[in-house]
């Protein structure tokens, strides 16, 4: 099993571009979340989803869409870059279930700077 | 979600020295997990508490869960340069959206 991977690794954005993060995860997990990690500081969660056809908002969800149309996947998508934007970028799934809360696995993260 | 504050925020041990590293929340927590981030890399799961009072132990590593459920702490003993990166709480109150704490940088004199 890969476990959760994300692409790409590192990606420098001009402002106001938009890109796409990818996530896939083949471990059958049925949640998967999007968080960001500023320099020094712990994981802000950005929005999260429950199973294919449901996400929700986190945290910090402003400036971001995601999608979850499978089970594997759950792309990020920022529209319109800004500078504020510029984080490491962890995908992270996990099982769980109303009988108990597991573990989640992040994936390596993308590093992400918009200019 | 749940508010966790995570003290200290950056922990410089002697090789061979023990420390700890608390976390607190002001409301009653669900459980609580710790996860552990090397230098450049991402968060690793290391243990989830569920009980009043629980004690987990991994090696050298000590995990309590409060008797209140409202804060939690990591007891290293004889610090080695492995244990170098940065330890985060995660809590959750009753959902599956957890609260990162800010996390405790952990260095090491040799």
């Known amino acids: 099993n890969a476990g959760v991977t994300q692409t790409p690794k590192f990606r420098i954005l001009k402002i106001g571009q938009s890109m796409t993060l990818q996530c896939t995860q083949d471990?059958?997990?049925?949640?998967m979340y999007w968080y960001r990690q500023d320099p020094g500081m712990g994981l802000k969660l950005i929005y999260y989803s429950v199973g294919a056809g449901i996400t929700d908002k986190g945290e910090v969800p402003n400036g971001y869409n995601v999608s979850r149309s499978t089970t594997e996947d759950f792309p990020l998508r920022l529209e319109l870059a800004a500078p504020s934007q510029t984080s490491v970028y962890f995908c992270?799934?996990?099982?769980?279930?109303?009988?108990?809360?597991?573990?989640?696995?992040f994936g390596p993260g993308t590093r992400l700077t918009v200019l | 979600g749940q508010q966790v504050m995570q003290i200290p925020q950056y922990q410089h041990v002697q090789e061979g020295e023990d420390f700890t590293t608390y976390c607190n929340s002001s409301?009653?927590?669900?459980?609580i997990q710790w996860y552990k981030q090397r230098p450049g890399g991402h968060p690793v799961f290391l243990i989830q508490?569920?009980?009043?009072?629980e004690v987990k132990k991994q090696k050298r590593l000590t995990f309590q869960f409060g008797e209140a459920k409202k804060n939690s702490s990591l007891h290293i003993t004889a610090t080695q340069t492995t244990d170098v990166g940065t330890y985060f709480c995660a809590a959750s109150s009753n959902d599956y959206k957890l609260s990162f704490g800010a996390g405790t940088t952990v260095t090491v004199r040799a």
């Open positions: 471990m059958n997990h049925n949640y």
């Open positions: 508490l569920v009980k009043s009072g």
């Open positions: 992270a799934s996990s099982y769980s279930t109303l009988a108990g809360y597991n573990e989640q696995f």
């Open positions: 409301t009653t927590l669900s459980n």
